[in-house]
């Protein structure tokens, strides 16, 4: 990576008027707003379905798109809706997504534009070309939905076990239904690749997110029973999670399946090779969440209710990255290595090489002796002011105890932080770090308090709801981007010769209302 600067930016947090964002004209207006502020990266978090707590760190699939985030006008543009259809489920303009109601309108919407739908040689390309995991994601909805939503583990047994004559039985008569699911991943992935076509013709690359581990309730696991710990009727032995620690008394139970590391390792990583394969189809750059539990992971034992009682079991270490090298060269991947770490897993991340995370809010212990201080980093790493499991810095500083505080000003040089620009103030100390690559949340840039947060780790209810109003990171904010970017060397190299954008505007319109002011005064 060259020295450059991205934003963090859901795409479930874009303004739109169908109450989450989407791949609308607000997405192109923010690749735009990025190009014109000199930012080089947009960081989203994982592109897959939703389900239970909308998290999406727990989708139905690894390789699926959110139909949510399919945009409806553009069916209007196909001929597949009309704007009539389209107004009955927009929504009053909100700070909140409210998912049981999306829930409740969008598939009703989608399935008129399917009705309409004709099949043409993109189509059939694209589920041919997909058909490694299309076809049992689509399957695997739509019985999902003739069971009321119900997990695979509550199907007949001949369903949870994929019985040849009971799925050759299924197929025939949900075809319809596959079918819908189907149209949604078609549309879902010629509109994403039409946006990330566009940002990369601005300069602008795109960070995708993967979770290191795919949820129970979902295609992969149904799909490919081998590849986890699981007995011979597909229950897990064990799930992950996390140990207790300071943050949370009986430690975070996630319930994931985890990984049979050896049939992997017999297999030569086939699966993740695939999957990272896809990932590079979909991304310029991947983070791969929890990197640590590549080298020691958390197993739990399933029936378990908290994590107290898990054990540190060993991971498949640089083996699985040493194949995927060999298969696919040496892929952009950031690591997601926050958190306790041994030994092994800062020696892992040596030997990948790949660049680890640092979060400024880790930074302010009064001992000075914390690794996220800026004086401590190497170039080969990210930095952030805060990540999507963050409260905002605005939020964060609020809550900070005195100490911290009085240690923060003296590490900034500063005798106060005033509530204003304080935001900016740790924007600055992050940009000026020696760290290759700077990703600020845009709820940093925009100055926005604990109300922005996106998601409080542990908890369900109230998580990925954030919407950025519409207007909010206008002209004004983007050139002050753009300046910050500029003064500390992270301009985006393909607009660099470019004059600053809106600058002489700016200055036309700062001498008016000088001139102005010193008319009122005379």
Same mark, same amino acid.
């Given at each position: 990576m060259k020295r450059a600067s991205g934003v963090l930016m859901p795409v479930f947090s874009l303004p739109s008027k169908y109450g989450i964002g989407c791949?609308?004209?607000?997405?192109?207006?923010?690749?735009?707003?990025?190009?014109?502020?000199?930012?080089?990266?947009?960081?989203?978090?994982?592109?897959?379905?939703?389900?239970?707590?909308?998290?999406?760190?727990?989708?139905f699939s690894t390789y699926a798109g959110n139909p949510y985030f399919i945009d409806l006008k553009t069916l209007v543009k196909e001929g597949l809706l009309t704007k009539k259809e389209c107004k009955?489920?927009?929504?009053?303009?909100?700070?909140?997504?409210?998912?049981?109601?999306?829930?409740?309108?969008?598939?009703?919407?989608l399935k008129k534009a399917y009705r309409r739908f004709q099949k043409n040689d993109k189509y059939e390309k694209f589920l041919e070309e997909n058909a490694f995991w299309l076809e049992d994601y689509c399957m695997y909805m739509a019985i999902k939905d003739a069971h009321e939503g119900k997990s695979w583990s509550e199907w007949e047994e001949l369903l949870k076990k994929r019985e040849k004559?009971?799925?050759?039985?299924?197929?025939?008569?949900?075809?319809?239904?596959i079918g819908f699911y189907q149209f949604q991943q078609y549309e879902f992935?010629?509109?994403?690749?039409?946006?990330?076509?566009? %940002?990369? #013709?601005?300069?602008?690359?795109?960070?995708?997110?993967? !979770? &290191?581990? /795919? *949820?129970?309730?979902?295609? =992969? $696991?149904?799909? %490919?029973? #081998?590849?986890?710990?699981?007995?011979?009727?597909?229950? !897990? &032995?064990? /799930? *992950?999670?996390?140990?207790? =620690? $300071?943050?949370?008394?009986?430690?975070?139970?996630?319930?994931?399946?985890?990984y049979n590391w050896e049939y992997h390792q017999k297999t030569g990583y086939a699966w993740w090779i695939q999957r990272i394969r896809y990932c590079?189809?979909?991304?310029?750059?991947?983070?791969?969440?929890?990197?640590?539990?590549?080298?020691?992971?958390?197993?739990?034992?399933?029936?378990?209710?908290t994590a107290e009682n898990g054990t540190w079991m060993p991971g498949p270490g640089m083996k699985l990255f040493q194949a995927i090298e060999k298969e696919l060269g040496r892929p952009e991947i950031i690591a997601e290595d926050l958190g306790f770490l041994t030994e092994s897993v800062l020696q892992m991340?040596?030997?990948?090489?790949?660049?680890?995370?640092?979060?400024?809010?880790?930074?302010?212990?009064?001992?000075?002796?914390?690794?996220?201080?800026?004086?401590?980093?190497?170039?080969?790493?990210?930095?952030?002011?805060?990540?999507?499991?963050?409260?905002?810095?605005?939020?964060?500083?609020?809550?900070?105890?005195?100490?911290?505080?009085?240690?923060?000003?003296?590490?900034?040089?500063?005798?106060?932080?005033d509530d204003d620009t304080l935001t900016w103030d740790f924007m600055r100390l992050a940009m000026g770090s020696a760290a290759q690559l700077c990703v600020t949340p845009i709820q940093d840039i925009l100055g926005i308090d604990g109300s922005g947060r996106i998601n409080m780790p542990s908890t369900l209810g109230g998580n990925w709801t954030w919407q950025m109003e519409k207007g909010a990171f206008d002209k004004k904010i983007v050139h002050k981007l753009y300046r910050m970017t500029q003064l500390y060397g992270r301009l985006n190299e393909q607009i660099k010769t470019q004059p600053e954008p809106g600058m002489e505007n700016l200055k036309c319109k700062e001498k008016r209302v000088g001139k102005n002011k010193k008319l009122r005064k005379e």
């Open positions: 791949f609308s004209k607000e997405a192109y207006k923010f690749v735009d707003q990025l190009k014109k502020a000199g930012q080089s990266y947009w960081q989203i978090l994982p592109l897959g379905p939703t389900g239970y707590g909308d998290s999406p760190y727990q989708s009955e489920v927009r929504c009053k303009e909100q700070k909140k997504i409210d998912y049981e109601k999306i829930y409740q309108n969008r598939f009703k919407i004559t009971a799925l050759e039985k299924v197929k025939e008569e949900l075809e319809d239904e992935d010629r509109q994403w690749k039409k946006l990330h076509t566009y %940002a990369k #013709e601005q300069g602008i690359q795109i960070i995708g997110d993967i !979770p &290191i581990y /795919v *949820a129970f309730d979902s295609a =992969d $696991a149904w799909a %490919a029973p #081998e590849l986890f710990q699981f007995d011979e009727e597909n229950n !897990p &032995i064990r /799930v *992950a999670g996390c140990p207790p =620690d $300071a943050f949370a008394k009986t430690g975070q139970l996630w319930g994931n399946p985890l590079f189809q979909r991304y310029d750059v991947v983070r791969i969440d929890h990197f640590r539990g590549f080298d020691e992971y958390y197993a739990i034992p399933y029936g378990e209710p991340l040596k030997e990948s090489g790949f660049p680890g995370m640092k979060v400024l809010q880790f930074a302010f212990d009064p001992s000075g002796e914390s690794v996220y201080l800026p004086h401590r980093y190497s170039e080969n790493c990210v930095v952030y002011t805060g990540t999507h499991d963050n409260d905002t810095t605005r939020g964060w500083y609020r809550t900070l105890d005195k100490e911290s505080r009085d240690f923060a000003k003296e590490y900034m040089g500063v005798s106060r932080l």
